[in-house]
């Protein structure tokens, strides 16, 4: 069936028109063929939820009171299939602001490096570091434009700026959060628990990067999509350092040491008679 | 789940609403402020789509001030609900906002008003609305106990009632509310109902 679009064609174009030399060709109107097809709505939602990943991850990030503390596993999942454990989910985007990936890698790994682009024009511009709400509202304004289009970003922006520590969530349907604790992806739901019973904001940042490692860890023992490394990282007045990589599989041992069995009969040699 | 409702009173109007963000299962945070303040004596509060409610509301809210910039005077509460469906109107058939407004605003002209404002650009003008799974609950408050010429304290104890109802009825309850008025000397954080901290 042949569906008549003429009535949503507008006259003038929406944004600036190609001529424009200063286009950077990312402001044109995003646009595509529709598909012939009978059911429309249906082709739509099956090819949103065929591009859309699942979020396989565990990710999170909070305030405390000598900065923000990030942290996330580092496994790739496409179905039942591990494609690989060691990912890189914490993207720096400059030395005082870190980046959290959730959902399309390859769509995280691309916006946060937009992002960083944009975060160190504005420092060129304005002679001064974006602040974190600027940075994430940038960010925000950019997933929004192309939201219902099948990006699939859920992040968290972390730094210190001139205020202090700054967290935002933000994800591809166009939401923005301000907040002191967040955690995205399907893991989530599990670190949230061992989250919020352990926090503290006075916590010192050994207790905080323990709390964040241990955190992931329970995520990733429940979580078939999370695994492979716990890095965490610390965002303080003089930017973000990696405070530890450690892999799951030796956490959980570490935590949870094998306690030798106690063995109540031993096998002995029989007496030959 | 999200709840927003309001009504008008004696010479003030009052907005409530959930304070809740939340994505699937997960609540990601319980003090979100989703009743804009758009200008001294407007309030909008806005429940739907994550992304569409703060960025509508925001263009919105930057509209009425360049409005009160280029003019020097603000916007009535009529023209600035007719601005808001006429947006929405424009938007419905290209790239609809799945946004749910309610906007209270007074004048001294007009006395208190309150506007309701659906996803798919319905405008009334009426004296109590409500959005969202909490509208089945408050609703019905509003209109067994509502009267004209309310004093505050009778306004807030009637969103107590209805913010009470919702929470013992509905099965996944916001857990915190906040109240906005708007009267001759502003649009204003009145209250907030909180069950958890954060």
New interface residues.
């Given amino acids: 069936m042949k569906l008549d679009f003429s009535g949503l064609e507008s006259s003038a174009p929406l944004y600036g028109g190609n001529d424009n030399l200063l286009s950077d060709g990312f402001s044109d109107a995003p646009s595509f063929d529709l598909p012939v097809t009978s059911d429309f709505d249906g082709f739509q939602k099956n090819s949103i939820q065929m591009v859309k990943p699942a979020k396989g991850t565990t990710t999170l990030a909070f305030i405390f009171k000598d900065g923000v503390m990030v942290a996330a596993d580092s496994r790739a999942s496409m179905g039942g299939y591990i494609s690989s454990q060691s990912v890189k989910k914490i993207i720096e985007i400059n030395p005082y602001m870190l980046g959290t990936m959730a959902g399309g890698a390859a769509d995280c790994q691309f916006w946060h490096r937009n992002l960083g682009i944009k975060c160190r024009l504005h420092e060129l511009a304005n002679k001064r570091r974006i602040s974190v709400t600027g940075a994430s509202k940038l960010l925000a304004n950019i997933l929004y434009s192309y939201r219902g289009m099948g990006l699939s970003v859920g992040t968290m922006i972390a730094g210190w700026d001139e205020k202090g520590p700054g967290l935002y969530y933000v994800d591809s349907e166009g939401g923005r959060l301000k907040g002191t604790k967040f955690s995205v992806g399907s893991g989530s739901p599990y670190a949230y628990g061992v989250l919020d019973s352990g926090y503290n904001y006075d916590m010192s940042i050994d207790e905080a990067a323990e709390l964040a490692r241990r955190a992931i860890y329970h995520a990733t023992f429940r979580d078939g999509a999370s695994g492979g490394v716990a890095s965490v990282y610390h965002v303080g007045p003089t930017g973000w350092t990696k405070l530890s990589g450690d892999d799951v599989g030796e956490l959980h041992y570490s935590y949870y040491p094998v306690e030798p069995a106690v063995v109540e009969h031993e096998m002995t040699e029989a007496v030959t008679a | 789940m999200e709840c927003v409702f309001g009504m008008v009173g004696k010479d003030f109007a009052l907005v409530v609403a959930d304070t809740s963000?939340v994505?699937s299962?997960?609540v990601?945070?319980s003090n979100?402020d989703k009743i804009m303040v758009l200008d001294n004596h407007k309030l909008m509060g806005a429940s739907g789509?994550?992304?569409?409610r703060?960025?509508f509301t925001e263009y919105v809210q930057k509209n009425v001030s360049l409005y009160q910039f280029r003019n020097g005077i603000p916007l009535t509460t009529k023209a600035a609900a007719n601005f808001i469906r006429g947006e929405l109107a424009t938007a419905l058939?290209?790239?609809p906002y799945q946004v749910n407004i309610i906007l209270a605003g007074y004048e001294k002209e007009t006395g208190p008003s309150l506007y309701f404002i659906d996803y798919i650009a319905t405008l009334h003008k009426v004296d109590k609305a409500a959005f969202g799974y909490g509208s089945y609950f408050a609703l019905s408050m509003m209109d067994r106990h509502y009267h004209p010429d309310m004093t505050v304290e009778e306004a807030v104890k009637l969103a107590d009632q209805c913010i009470d109802e919702i929470r013992s009825r509905l099965v996944v309850a916001p857990q915190n509310f906040v109240i906005k008025i708007v009267d001759k000397d502003g649009a204003r954080e009145h209250s907030w109902r909180r069950t958890t901290k954060?």
């Fill in positions: 963000a994505n299962i997960l990601h945070k979100e789509e994550a992304g569409d703060a960025q058939r290209k790239n954060e």
